[in-house]
């Protein structure tokens, strides 16, 4: 069972740039297959990014226009989220997730397919 720890959110200016972190314990982490999510006061929660277990596949939403990227390094048990040209509308709890993946290496898009989340980040991005 894996534990998922955020951090790097905080403030920034728009136009600023952010790189999230999501830390995991407690598994074997290159097994899990990971998602950014976010979410905004009375929005849904919605996956901005997501890598398959190897790295080797990855998912960013089309509606980020290439602003985010989402890598991973096994080694030391992170993913991250380099978030670039930040905007206020990018203001949300930023979540980590995984998924125990034992078939294939793909990366999940759906909240459903996730079984474990952090605590989530805030970032906060003013005009």
């Known amino acids: 069972q894996v534990q998922l720890v955020e951090s790097g959110g905080g403030l920034v200016q728009a136009g600023g740039s952010l790189r999230l972190s999501c830390g995991a314990s407690?598994?074997?982490?290159?097994?899990?297959?990971v998602g950014w999510f976010r979410q905004a006061p009375g929005k849904e929660r919605e996956c901005v990014a997501a890598v398959s277990r190897s790295g080797g596949r990855t998912y960013s939403a089309d509606s980020l226009k290439g602003r985010f990227t989402i890598s991973r390094d096994n080694a030391k048990n992170t993913v991250y989220l380099q978030m670039n040209s930040l905007k206020p509308e990018d203001t949300a709890v930023y979540y980590c997730?995984?998924?125990?993946?034992?078939?294939?290496?793909?990366?999940?898009?759906?909240?459903?397919?996730?079984?474990?989340w952090g605590q989530g980040t805030q970032v906060t991005v003013s005009s």
């Open positions: 407690g598994g074997t982490f290159s097994t899990y297959a």
């Open positions: 997730a995984a998924y125990e993946a034992y078939f294939g290496d793909n990366a999940y898009t759906d909240f459903g397919d996730y079984t474990y």
